[in-house]
């Protein structure tokens, strides 16, 4: 189990983002939401020490992610603008699993079928750069498997995808739960995460406003959301196109 235990990250502003504590499981798909500027990738980042937290932990089977190569069985599927630029898809895939302590030969193997199976083959020596933003999206994807990591974080994977790569997104992550894999996921895309998720999280500024499990076709996240947030859904737009006389 990967505990997150009471991390704190304060910003000068006093942004940043408060006592966060969550328990993720094997088959776990839990979704993070939260309105722009709520904290969700400052917490993604205080995980994975992108930023120094003020206070708390990560444990990986109670022991801590920064130990004993722990943080290769986790990924972490960042924002799109923080992809490598200068390296193609398949030095960047081979580079991370050695990192991660992988035999190379089994890396190359592993990245020459996932390459296959997302259709990306024909793209292994180009960089980001060069490619669309959802291939970016799977190419991401691909590299983060090739290691078969625990646990996956993912930091709005469906934004800018079409629908039906972003349904495909979706059935795979689905799978990968189903194999066993904790999956983290923020997304503003609340009708479909509500398809896949089974735990919900809702941050607000900085804080935990939700923290229970879901279940889908059944809890909404909408009213959820307008119920424990001080949210304002429904504003008053009325006057916003008014000629005068
Ligand atoms: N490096 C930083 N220095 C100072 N403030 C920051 C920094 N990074 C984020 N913040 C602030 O912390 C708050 C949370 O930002 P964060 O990027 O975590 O939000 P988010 O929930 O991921 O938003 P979005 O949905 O727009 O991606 C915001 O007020 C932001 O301005």
Do not use: W
């Not at 079928?113 to 020596?125: A, G, P, T």
């Not at 983290?184 to 499990?213: C, D, F, Q």
């Amino acid at each position: 189990m990967l505990k997150i235990i009471d991390v704190s990250k304060n910003f000068k502003t006093g942004d940043g983002i408060k006592n966060f504590s969550l328990e993720i499981k094997p088959k776990d798909i839990i979704g993070l939401v939260g309105d722009n500027g709520s904290g969700k990738s400052t917490l993604l980042k205080s995980v994975f020490n992108e930023y120094k937290k003020d206070s708390g932990e990560v444990l990986l089977n109670d022991e801590s992610i920064y130990q004993n190569q722990n943080l290769a069985k986790i990924c972490f599927f960042p924002d799109q603008s923080v992809y490598p630029k200068d390296i193609s898809i398949s030095k960047f895939a081979i580079y991370d699993a050695q990192l991660c302590g992988m035999d190379s030969k089994e890396a190359q193997e592993r990245l020459e079928m996932l390459l296959e199976k997302f259709d990306l083959i024909e793209y292994k020596d180009k960089t980001f750069f060069e490619l669309s933003a959802g291939m970016q999206k799977r190419a991401f994807l691909v590299i983060c498997l090739v290691t078969q990591p625990d646990y996956i974080f993912l930091d709005e994977p469906t934004a800018n995808l079409d629908v039906s790569t972003r349904i495909e997104f979706h059935k795979i992550l689905k799978l990968l739960a189903q194999e066993g894999v904790g999956i983290l996921i923020t997304s503003h895309m609340i009708n479909e995460l509500e398809e896949i998720i089974n735990h919900l999280v809702i941050i607000e500024k900085g804080a935990t406003r939700y923290n229970k499990p879901f279940v889908s076709k059944k809890d909404s996240i909408e009213a959820i959301y307008k119920k424990v947030t001080n949210v304002k859904v429904e504003k008053d737009y009325s006057n916003i196109y008014t000629k005068n006389k």
